[in-house]
């Protein structure tokens, strides 16, 4: 599996937007690029993921280099709910569907 | 709410003990996942069942085993309990198999092994 690195932890003001670097250096080509967030003790939450091009839904969006070897979610008015771990994850090889978890990105919302 | 149900929220228990965790997947999901995630050791994947067939191990113990019904539920089993079991169990869902497969989590069962 590709691994992924993030920073261990950002803040960001209330109503700015915030943006989640993650480098996957070794990502391979048929390898997505995936993003969960774990609020507090509950189950992951999918929030994007996306191949090679940039993408956006109603959470967040995706920017993707490239050369595909790093990302940045971006969440374009934090709000104090987002405050949590961000996890991205790069998609394991074909057949292999394990999710493989890193120690992710605590980001804190400053209000 | 991911639709994704899991019982019990808390289960508190003695070593050496067994415990079943039990979780209902999304409507249309075909697949079901198992994760673990204690203090030390971050998001683990156990296990993952698909259409009642196993379809891919990770760190499982041998202590440790799963199942899926044909109404595509699934079991979690843990026997012999040890301390450094105690965790959060998340179950995930999805609806086919892959690894470009959304995966919908659960809000967990919290397992504290006394």
């Known amino acids: 599996d590709a691994k992924t690195t993030q920073p261990t932890s950002m803040d960001c003001a209330e109503g700015r937007a915030a943006n989640l670097p993650c480098n996957h250096s070794t990502i391979s080509g048929n390898e997505y690029v995936y993003w969960y967030r774990q609020i507090h003790s509950q189950g992951p939450q999918y929030i994007i993921h996306?191949?090679?091009n940039n993408e956006t839904n109603e959470m967040a969006s995706l920017i993707i280099t490239e050369d595909r070897k790093s990302s940045t979610l971006i969440l374009p008015h934090a709000t104090l709910r987002d405050t949590a771990v961000y996890y991205c994850?790069?998609?394991?090889?074909?057949?292999?569907?394990?999710?493989?978890f890193g120690t992710g990105t605590r980001l804190t919302i400053i209000p | 709410d991911s639709g994704v149900t899991q019982t019990p929220k808390h289960l508190i228990t003695a070593t050496g003990q067994r415990v079943t965790l039990r979780c209902s997947p999304r409507?249309?999901?075909?697949?079901v996942y198992w994760y673990q995630q204690s203090l030390d050791q971050g998001l683990q994947f156990l296990i993952q069942y698909y259409n009642g067939e196993e379809r891919a191990k990770g760190n499982i113990l041998e202590r440790f085993s799963a199942q899926q019904f044909p109404d595509l539920h699934s079991e979690l089993n843990l026997s012999s309990l040890e301390l450094g079991d105690s965790a959060l169990y998340f179950c995930?869902?999805?609806?086919?198999?892959?690894?470009?497969?959304?995966?919908?989590f659960g809000p967990g069962t919290r397992l504290l092994v006394l």
């Open positions: 995930a869902s999805s609806v086919g198999t892959g690894s470009r497969e959304t995966q919908y």
């Open positions: 409507s249309g999901d075909l697949s």
């Open positions: 994850i790069v998609g394991s090889n074909f057949g292999n569907e394990k999710l493989t």
């Open positions: 996306g191949l090679k």
